[in-house]
């Protein structure tokens, strides 16, 4: 359930752009309680005050994300 989700977030959506690899590489951030990419600017959800997830520097970094996604 999204009880931090106050459905701010949907204001600054990010939206794919079909000739790019991803919502990271466009430099927009999740985050992973509200479940959306945003088009956002700062370090935390303008939404829910939760640290937003952002593009991973490397594979050793995106193995360690993808663990911590499946540990919750
Ligand atoms: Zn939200
Ligand atoms: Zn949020």
Redesign the pocket.
């Known amino acids: 359930m999204?009880k931090?989700?106050?459905?701010?977030?949907?204001t600054y959506k990010a939206y794919k752009d079909e000739h790019s690899s991803g919502y990271y590489s466009e430099g927009y951030k999740r985050?992973i309680?509200?479940d959306?990419f945003l088009n956002w600017q700062g370090m935390r959800?303008p939404?829910?005050d939760h640290i937003l997830r952002i593009k991973p520097h490397n594979n050793q970094c995106k193995t360690r994300l993808l663990k911590q996604i499946t540990r919750l």
């Open positions: 999204r931090y989700c106050k459905d701010i977030c949907k985050c309680e509200c959306i959800c939404c829910c």
